[in-house]
């Protein structure tokens, strides 16, 4: 099974700030022949199913603010945030589709400082 | 707008069985993917199953792999969990999620495996 790491766990933040969040998969996430990466980005805010951010690695879902940016290749993927607002607290995960069982990350809890 | 109302959970003894179920709409759900996604609680999100648009595949996580079938039925819109020999570790909200990745979720279903 591919493991996906997620760091840090959690990250206390100020409105405003920059946030980067890391995920790196066990193994490589790149397929050749299309040359995309199946790694998504997910928000959970408390009580709520999660919501798709981010799919392909960096291909923001309709309606996501553009202050989500994901970027990364191969085994090395981030998150980032590029001006933290309130409303963007919560967990994040990240989750490989690229070989079954899909597999997630345990989670980056975003809090304020 | 797509909507995904997962029910058929509760509080059901180690050992038994529950069928969970997933009424889709909003989108044509004969097209698509469907998964089932839990989450213990307090814990993270586990991905558990997949079955293809047309049923001619299925994948399981190990966990619950050879206890747990998904199956559709595409003539109702409607995705299943049949979940048997139930554990506590089973204890989780069970999503029903659509496509790959799974981009849109269902509220959730609570079931608890408990004496």
């Known amino acids: 099974d591919i493991v996906m790491t997620q760091t840090p766990s959690s990250q206390a933040v100020s409105a405003g700030e920059k946030v980067t969040m890391s995920c790196k998969s066990s193994?490589?996430?790149?397929?050749?022949?299309?040359?995309?990466?199946?790694l998504a980005w997910y928000q959970q805010k408390p009580g709520q199913s999660p919501k798709l951010l981010i799919s392909?690695?960096?291909t923001r879902e309709s309606g996501v603010p553009d202050r989500f940016i994901g970027s990364g290749s191969g085994t090395d993927f981030t998150l980032t945030i590029s001006s933290v607002q309130a409303e963007d607290l919560a967990v994040y995960y990240c989750?490989?589709?690229?070989?079954?069982?899909?597999?997630f990350g345990g989670g980056t809890k975003l809090e304020l400082k | 707008e797509v909507q995904l109302v997962e029910s058929g959970g509760g509080l059901v003894q180690p050992g038994s069985s529950l069928k969970l179920s997933c009424v889709a709409s909003?989108?044509?759900?004969?097209?698509?993917?469907m998964n089932w996604i839990r989450q213990a609680p307090k814990k993270g999100l586990e991905w558990i199953a997949l079955i293809y648009y047309d049923s001619s595949n299925k994948y399981y996580a190990d966990s619950v792999k050879g206890r747990f079938t998904i199956s559709r039925d595409n003539s109702k819109n409607t995705l299943y969990l049949e979940m048997n020999s139930l554990r506590s570790e089973d204890t989780a909200m069970y999503y029903c999620a659509v496509g790959y990745p799974p981009d849109y979720w269902g509220q959730g279903v609570m079931v608890t495996v408990s004496s």
């Open positions: 392909w690695a960096s």
């Open positions: 989750e490989q589709y690229y070989d079954t069982p899909w597999t």
């Open positions: 193994q490589s996430l790149l397929y050749s022949e299309n040359k995309k990466n199946y």
């Open positions: 909003g989108f044509t759900f004969s097209n698509y993917g």
